[in-house]
C-alpha cells in the first residue's frame, strides 16, 4: 500500500491524497459503508459500485465467528467470497468484542469471550486477529486493541493504552514473521496494517499511545476509543492535540465517526479514513438526509458552515404522505431518480423490504457524495 | 386490449398468443410476480426488468387500505406511483377479503369488512372495485367475486356464483356507464376487465358460472376458487371440463397456481395467465428452484415429464456450507452469476436482508426462464 499526499488545504489541516492498493486506488478522504458480515445490508455489490463507493469495512469478530475463516480462506479471501473487487478494510475485532460479548476477559495473551451465537468460547489474540485478517486478505488490517468505554478511570486507561501498544508491536511481527519461507500463501506484504492509538480522553496517554505506535512505524494509524459517550467537544480536543503527533505522510483514520458535521470537522483537523453505521442504520429507520444547497453550490457551504448543509427527512412523518417529490431533486440515486417521498413512505408504512434498500442507496449516495465534495473543496 | 393466438400446440391444448396492452405486448403463456403493495418483495423494477418479468399483479384491496387509492389517482395511477412501465393485473380484492379479513359479511351489495390494520369498516362493491382499479389504471382489472372455502355445500357454492355472476354484471356496467359523458378521465376503454369463474369442484355449477359469464362477454376469463384447500386432481379435474366452455380467442387465467409442475399442466390443459406467491414466498425462506437439465434440453423435458425437471435447495441446509457452486450453474441471474451457495447460506444464516434478495432473484429467474421455455415449446 502507497499513500500521497496531493493537495493541503490552506485554512485548515485537511489533505488531499490517494491511498494505492493490490485492488486499486482510494481517494482520501473517503467514508467507508459497513459490510459487518460480508454485506452492506440490503444492498449487493453492483448497488455499491454505482454509487461509487471506494472501499467497504467488514468485520473479523463476526466473519470468525460466522461463516468461519475456513470456508472464506477455501474461497481465496474474502473479495470473492463475496464479490467485491475493490479495496476491503477489516476491523480487528477488539471493538466487537468491547461492545458486543456480553461475558469477556481481557488477559495479556488476548481476549477471552463466548460468543453470542452459540455461547461456545473463543480466545482472540492480537496473533490471531492478524492471521484471520490474512486469510480475508483485507487490503488494510488493524491491530487488535483494547477500547475502553467513556469514562474510565485514568489507572485503567493508561492500562488498556499499554497493552494496546504491546498488542499492536505483536500484531506487526505476526504480520512479518521473522522467516519468510515460514509462511506461505500469505499475501502480508499486499496488506497494510494500521494501529490503533488509545488513552480514552487523558491528553498524556493519547500521546504517549501516538508516539509508541509511531515508533513501531505502521502503514496508517486509527484513532479508537471516540464515539463511546464522550461529549463530542472532547473527542474535537483529543484530534486537535493528537492529530499533530501523527506522520504527516501516513493516513489518519477516525474509527466510528460519524455525522456529517463530524465527518467535516474531522477532515479539517486532518482525517483521512471514516466509517459508521449511521447513514445506512438511519436509512432502515426512514431517517434520510438531504443537502440544504444544490450540488454546485454545496462546495463553498461545506467548509463554512458545516452544520448547516444538510437536513434530516424523517420519511415515515405524515406530512409525506402525498408527497411526490423525491427525497432530494438533485441527487443522482436510484432512489431519486425514480421514486417520490410518497412512494418510500408507503413502502415503509407497510413493511416493504424494498423501503430499507431504497433508503440506504439514498443515505450513502447522500455520504459519498458529501465525500466528493470535500475532496473538491480540498482541491480549490 | 387485444389478444392473438400466434401458435396452438398438437398434443395438447396450449397455446400460445399475445395479449396487446397499452403498456406494452405480453407473450402468453405468462406468470405474474407478485407486487400486492406496489412493489415485488425486496425487488425495485429494474430488478423485474432484467428479469424480463412482462407484467405484475397488484392488489387492490391492499392498496384501497393503504396506500388509499386517493393518492394514487394523484401520481395519475399506479404505474407511475410505483415506476414501472410494462402492464399491470390488478386483483379485484375479492380473493383478499375471503383470506384476510377477520370480520366480514356478504351481502348482495358487497363485502363488508374491517380493515386489519385500523379496524376502520370497509363496504367494497362491484362499482368501488372496478373505480378503484379505473384510478390505479391497471391494464387488466378483476370483477369483484365471492370466492368460497374447500369443502363448501354445494347450495352455498351455488349462492356465491350467482351473486359472483351478478357482481360481474355490475362490474361491467361500472366499466362502461351508460353516459360516456358522465366519466371523464376515466380510460376505462384501455383497461381490459377479467370475470371469474367460480363453482368450487361442482361440474354444473362451474359450467353455469362459465356459460352466465361467457355471455355477458369479458376481455378475458379467470378461473377462481383453487387450490384452496382442495386436492390438486380436483383442480385438474374443474379444468378439465371447464376450459372448453371458455372461449377460444380470450385469455383464461388460472388464479393463485402454483408450482411450477402445476403450471405446465395447466398451460397443457389451455391455460394463458398465472400468479402465485409461490417463488417470492419460497425465496424469502430460502427454498430455491433448480433446473434438472440445461435449458438447452429442457425444451424436451418439461412436458414429457412434467414432474421431473427441477429439483429444490433448502439452501439453508448445512449440506451448502462449504459449496462454492452457485445454485443453478446455468442461470443467467445476478445471483448465480455472482455468488455461491455458500455465501448465499451465509447471508441467510446471518439474517442479512441481502438473502432474499438473491433468493427472490433466483426464483423469479426460474419460474420467468420455465415460462419462455414453455413458450419455446408451444412454438416448436
Redesign the interface.
Known amino acids: 500500500m502507497t499513500f500521497k499526499i496531493a493537495k493541503k488545504d490552506k485554512s485548515s489541516s485537511a489533505r488531499l491524497g490517494r491511498i494505492e492498493t493490490n485492488h486499486g486506488v482510494i481517494k482520501t478522504p473517503f467514508f467507508m459503508p459497513i459490510a459487518t458480515?460480508?454485506?452492506v445490508?440490503?444492498?449487493?455489490?453492483?448497488d455499491l459500485e454505482e454509487l461509487g463507493a471506494q472501499i467497504i469495512l467488514s468485520n473479523t469478530y463476526?466473519l470468525m465467528l460466522?461463516?468461519g475463516v475456513n470456508?472464506i480462506k477455501?474461497?481465496s479471501g474474502l473479495h470473492k467470497?463475496?464479490?467485491w473487487s475493490k479495496p476491503i478494510l477489516t476491523d480487528s475485532g477488539g471493538y466487537q468484542v468491547f461492545s458486543l460479548s456480553k461475558s469477556r476477559k481481557i488477559v495479556e495473551k488476548g481476549v477471552e469471550f463466548s460468543s453470542d451465537i452459540d455461547g461456545r468460547k473463543y480466545l482472540l489474540t492480537p496473533e490471531k486477529s492478524i492471521d484471520i485478517q490474512l486469510a480475508l486478505g483485507s487490503d488494510i488490517m488493524m491491530c487488535l486493541d483494547e477500547c475502553v468505554a467513556y469514562p474510565c478511570k485514568k489507572e485503567y486507561a493508561a492500562e488498556a493504552m499499554e497493552r494496546t501498544t504491546r498488542w499492536a508491536e505483536r500484531s506487526q511481527k505476526s504480520k512479518i514473521p521473522a522467516s519468510p519461507a515460514g509462511r506461505k500463501n500469505q499475501k502480508s506484504e499486499s496488506q497494510a496494517l494500521f494501529s490503533i492509538v488509545q488513552g480514552s480522553v487523558y491528553k498524556d496517554l493519547r500521546l504517549e499511545s501516538a508516539r509508541n505506535l509511531v515508533n513501531l512505524d505502521f502503514d496508517g494509524y486509527a484513532i479508537g476509543g471516540l464515539a463511546v459517550g464522550e461529549p463530542r467537544k472532547k473527542m474535537y480536543q483529543v484530534l486537535d492535540y493528537l492529530v499533530p503527533e501523527l506522520p504527516e505522510n501516513k493516513p489518519r483514520y477516525l474509527m466510528g465517526i460519524g455525522k456529517p458535521e463530524e465527518i467535516i470537522k474531522a477532515v479539517k483537523k486532518g482525517i483521512d479514513m471514516f466509517d459508521c453505521v449511521i447513514p445506512t442504520r438511519n436509512a432502515r429507520h426512514g431517517v434520510l438526509y438531504k443537502f440544504k444547497v444544490k450540488s454546485s453550490k454545496l462546495k463553498v457551504r461545506l467548509f463554512s458552515n458545516s452544520e448547516n448543509f444538510y437536513e434530516i427527512i424523517r420519511i415515515k412523518n405524515k406530512k409525506y404522505?402525498?408527497n411526490?417529490s423525491p427525497i432530494d431533486p438533485n441527487c443522482h440515486c436510484?432512489t431519486c431518480q425514480?421514486?417520490?417521498r410518497?412512494?418510500l413512505?408507503?413502502?415503509f408504512?407497510?413493511k416493504?423490504?424494498?423501503a430499507?434498500?431504497?433508503a440506504t442507496i439514498h443515505n450513502l449516495s447522500f455520504y459519498l457524495e458529501m465525500m466528493r465534495e470535500i475532496r473538491k473543496v480540498i482541491r480549490g
Chains 1, 2 share one sequence.
Do not use: D, W
Open positions: 458480515m460480508g454485506a445490508k440490503t444492498l449487493a455489490p453492483r463476526h460466522r461463516p470456508l477455501r474461497t467470497f463475496i464479490n404522505k402525498n411526490l436510484y425514480n421514486f417520490s410518497a412512494y413512505r408507503h413502502l408504512m407497510v416493504e423490504p424494498l430499507q434498500r431504497l
